[in-house]
């Protein structure tokens, strides 16, 4: 039966694919005579539109460059589907607080629909949905705020993790089998993914021991890899039901197995519970104690799960990439890496710990984590929003319906915005106001309004300690062949916009 149905994909679907994009092409042509004034864009080739202007590993980059020709607000045809594209602070702006709740709606990419994913999530509800409204209040009241991370069992947690990254950091320098050498990302996520899973199940998920990696981030990477490779439903979306690249039948694989981690989870505190043990006072005792004040139900075990893989697919990658990164450009200019240090040892100096109320103290520090998110923004066009009804900006009318996406990377290297925006210059937040959290338009990596990223604020925590701990207890320097050479800043972009080559530093440890 799978060879049959193989073999009538292979036949069928291109069949199928040239007969819709013509008749979304005809209907192209018949908008385009009817006078709808959409914000203007590259020419869109018949059936394919304007996938080719794309350059699928870095379309954040060939879609700036089409900005700089078409303008900040711009129609890309991809396939049978509109995108309207924003690539300015104005027309961010435009996009992310004056037109926030007509563009609140999420565009789901057909993949996201493999186990029902997108009915259950967080990322992916309408902000309409009760349950959309229950999880975002539950997080924010109950993971997020900041009277709970900045309580003394949540410092002493983040803490505990980043002594003992630095802990394990210190044996790989000293193993002579790698040479001193840190795989960062991976190292970082592990640490990461602790800090949260050990808030939300009071437990450890991933193992540092393991050479730094995990199984579980490593499924975590294989879910936003699967999420983010070019789908042809989603071009076409009528051919969506034969999955024809079978990415959501992959995703369901990857699903599973995360699925299956979270309920071992579940099921044994449900066990615990029902044994009479004491309440560990985590975030999974709040779920499962949690009723709906609309209706007074619980969450179901598919929202749990979902919300659950929305926490950690988002909290893992996204941090561990940003301090990756800023590992990079410090190694890359050796004087900014110096002033960060210096001032971490005017900060710290012999304490034996790096306590979170330092970071305030730590202005170019801050300055580094914003500058390398301006760079290289994790998520360079955010998710997708979605029109719900037809509205106008800047004179342009947006359908209704249309895919609306900010390209946060083409505004961080605008050169109207920023001076040498190519340039890692952190001392250009020193003396300026701009921060992440979503009221400056020219940094808005987290998004904003209400679909602002929930997580921030623990993600503002977890990155400044965990970066700041790698910093002040080492001394950081590229293997030879890679200083001989230069750092591979090639990138490619699946959800997450990554390095392709991992970096590899080598760690000496500092005494105070």
Known sequence: MELLLSSLSFYYVPCVILLVSF??????????????????????????????????????????????RHGPLMTLRLGGAVTIVASSVDAARDVLQRHDAALSARSA?????????????????????????????????ELFAPRLLGS???????????????SHVARLAAAARVGGRVDVRRVVLTTLLNMLSSTVFSADLADLDNHGGSEFGDKLAEFASSVGVPNMSDYFPVVAPLDPQRLRRRLARVLSRLHAEFDEQIERRMRERA?????????????????????????????????????????????????????????????????????????????PDLEESDISQLKYLKA????????????????????????????????????????????????????????????RFLQSEVDFRGRHFELTPFGSGRR?????????????????????????????????????????????????????????????
Not at 48 to 66: C, E, V
Not at 116 to 136: E, I, K, N, Q, V
Not at 388 to 416: F, Q, R
């Open 368 to 427: 580094v984590v914003k500058e390398t998110l301006r760079l290289h923004p994790p998520v360079p066009f955010l998710l997708p929003r979605q029109a719900e009804k037809s509205i106008e900006i800047g004179g342009y009318t947006v359908p209704k319906g249309a895919k609306v996406l900010v390209n946060v990377w083409a505004i961080g290297h605008d050169n109207v915005v920023w001076l040498d925006p190519d340039k890692f210059m952190p001392e």
């Open 23 to 68: 008749l979304s092409f005809l209907r192209h042509l018949l908008v385009a005579n009817s006078g709808r004034n959409l914000p203007p864009g590259p020419r869109p080739l018949p059936l394919i539109g304007n996938i080719l202007d794309l350059d699928g590993a870095q379309p954040h980059r060939s879609m700036a460059r089409l900005a700089e």
């Open 109 to 141: 990419p057909d993949i996201v629909r493999a186990c029902a994913h997108d009915r259950f999530s967080m990322a992916w509800l309408p902000p309409s949905s009760p349950r959309w409204r229950a999880l975002r209040k539950v997080c924010s009241a």
């Open 275 to 351: 044994a009479g043990a004491p309440p560990k006072n985590d975030f999974l005792d709040v779920l499962l104690d949690y009723r709906s004040t609309e209706d007074g139900r619980e969450f179901d075990r598919q929202t749990l799960r979902s919300l659950l893989t929305d926490l950690f697919t988002a909290a893992g990658d996204t941090n561990a990439i940003t301090i990756e990164r800023a590992m990079t450009e410090l190694l890359r200019n050796p004087s900014s890496m110096a002033i960060a240090r210096e001032e971490l040892t005017q900060v710290i100096g012999t304490k």
């Open 152 to 166: 003394q069992p949540q410092r002493h947690l983040r803490r505990e993790k980043a002594r003992r990254l630095v």
């Open 452 to 512: 602002i990223c929930p997580g921030l604020p623990l993600a503002d925590h977890m990155v400044h300690l965990t970066l700041a701990s790698l910093l002040h207890w080492f001394e950081w320097r590229l293997p030879p062949e890679v200083e001989k050479n230069g750092v591979d800043m090639a990138e490619k972009l699946g959800v997450i916009l990554q390095l392709v080559t991992p970096l590899q530093a080598i760690a000496t440890p500092i005494s105070y």
